[in-house]
């Protein structure tokens, strides 16, 4: 993979840069750190300088530093040393707008940046969003306050870089933010390197949202997410994500784990998700989906562990703009073992997922196209998956005869749950080209009235050394409806 390579040798530069960069302490520009002065004008004059001199870090040692929207700018890095915190003012209007977003940290156009240390970004997000409730009611900020909240786009996300290029976020806690936690827009060259983000305390807190963006890796991080974990997306018809490494990452959420596509305008390729942990999520541990005319391909997931979530594998393609649909394939998922819980994953956190998908049955991992839009190439190899069984035909059931009446949804948000009841406990396959299942082991704690994996309009499809695990049933483990070429072998 030629681009994770020319990422490692831009680690060694970016390293090499922060480590021979001059040190300007935060106090020489007369920052304070006592938590009630607001900073923004002294840090935004110490980063101007040090842009216009050479380049270096602004460093803030221990105490709270207090502040509103900063501008940070080319060969300028951000190091909070450890006990440094940069908190955000909880006033609404002391936070700007760029490119029709409202942050905290912002960078556009700007190249060889960072912000690094073992200090933190602490939002205030959830007192900030508050505030700016009082102000929209006041009359003093214009807001319909869709479901009680204000838009995303007003309210202060913790990082917002667009345009940038060679990017280091290393080592950092980010917390509370008011909206998504970081978004990085059309970027190019993105380290994002064993941070912390506890992003739990309003709507809408994504861990991180990647953008259109070129050549990125995030690694050996920790996620803690109200909203998407790790959200990948592609905003422009003119751009698409591309050349992203998702490595030894662990993610908890209450919406998805790793995610790409409900923006999908552009499109996603050459993305390899490795090693990650998925625990106590809402939603699906992995789910990538082609809605809004844009294409996904070549996506490879390896060693995924997927802990009490509720739903494993979603893929799909939609058409939210009429005339637009989503192109999907070469699709490569292996070595995944998987729990899904029968209670709620993620009971008891801030903000669960929603209680009108409840109740229901747990819902199988999908694959679903469109009629005329088939998702191809899809290969599951090494995958075990654990599910409760004990299935409830009286919340609807959907019968192997009545396929027809599962809804197509081609213009709705694509989510696991999306289709309500499904007629299977493991995998429900729909509208595909070309799927191949290898050593795929499925086991149901309990009888479940549904079938293991039901094939509704699929061409090609091999199983080769698929075990089923259900006591107390002797049903097909795989019902094949308006399919062909369907091959199931042993070993």
Not at 76 to 96: F, H, K, M, R
Not at 120 to 145: C, E, R, S, T, Y
Not at 155 to 164: H, L, M, S, T, V
Not at 318 to 338: D, F, L, P, Q, T
């Amino acid at each position: 993979m030629k681009p994770l390579k020319n990422l490692l040798i831009l680690v060694f530069l970016l390293s090499s840069t922060t480590a021979l960069s001059k040190d300007y302490n935060a106090s020489m520009f007369g920052v304070k750190s006592n938590g009630t002065t607001l900073n923004t004008s002294s840090i935004q004059k110490g980063i101007d300088f040090i842009h216009e001199n050479g380049g270096g870090r602004l460093v803030f040692y221990v105490g709270r530093y207090l502040t509103g929207s900063i501008f940070l700018k080319s060969n300028v890095t951000i190091q909070l040393e450890e006990g440094a915190i940069l908190v955000g003012s909880l006033n609404p209007l002391d936070y700007e707008m760029s490119n029709n977003w409202t942050a905290l940290v912002f960078a556009i156009d700007q190249n060889n940046i960072g912000i690094t240390g073992k200090g933190v970004i602490d939002g205030q997000g959830f007192q900030v969003a508050n505030n700016l409730v009082d102000l929209i009611h006041k009359g003093v900020v214009k807001d319909p306050l869709r479901y009680d909240r204000p838009r995303e786009t007003i309210r202060p996300q913790n990082i917002y870089f667009k345009g940038c290029r060679n990017v280091l976020i290393e080592g950092i806690t980010l917390k509370d933010p008011g909206s998504w936690n970081q978004q990085y827009d059309q970027c190019r060259n993105i380290i994002i390197d064993r941070i912390t983000v506890d992003s739990k305390s309003y709507w809408n807190n994504d861990g991180v949202d990647i953008v259109d963006c070129d050549s990125v890796r995030v690694t050996n991080s920790y996620f803690d997410a109200a909203d998407d974990g790790i959200c990948l997306k592609s905003h422009s018809p003119d751009f698409i994500c591309q050349n992203v490494y998702i490595y030894n990452n662990t993610v908890r959420t209450s919406a998805n784990g790793i995610k790409f596509g409900t923006a999908s305008y552009g499109g996603f390729r050459n993305i390899r998700i490795i090693n990650n942990l998925v625990f106590d999520t809402y939603r699906s541990a992995i789910t990538f989906a082609a809605v809004d005319g844009g294409f996904v391909e070549d996506v490879v997931v390896d060693s995924l562990r997927s802990i009490n979530t509720g739903n494993v594998i979603f893929l799909r393609i939609g058409e939210r703009r009429e005339g637009k649909k989503g192109i999907m394939n070469n699709i490569s998922i292996s070595n995944v073992y998987a729990e899904v819980p029968s209670t709620k994953p993620d009971a008891g956190y801030n903000y669960e997922g929603p209680v009108e998908d409840m109740p229901r049955n747990v819902s199988p991992s999908s694959i679903v196209g469109l009629s005329d839009a088939k998702i191809e190439n899809v290969t599951l190899r090494n995958i075990e998956i654990h599910y409760p069984g004990g299935g409830n035909p009286a919340f609807a059931k959907v019968g192997l005869d009545e396929l027809d009446i599962v809804p197509e949804m081609p213009a709705s948000y694509p989510e696991f749950s999306m289709f309500k009841e499904l007629p299977a406990w493991g995998f429900y396959i729909r509208h595909a080209n070309g799927i191949s299942f290898e050593n795929v082991t499925l086991t149901c704690a309990k009888k479940d009235y549904r079938t293991a994996i039901v094939l509704d309009d699929v061409n090609g499809a091999k199983f080769r050394n698929l075990k089923v695990n259900e006591q107390g049933t002797r049903k097909s483990p795989v019902y094949s409806h308006r399919s062909s070429d369907v091959i199931i072998t042993g070993k």
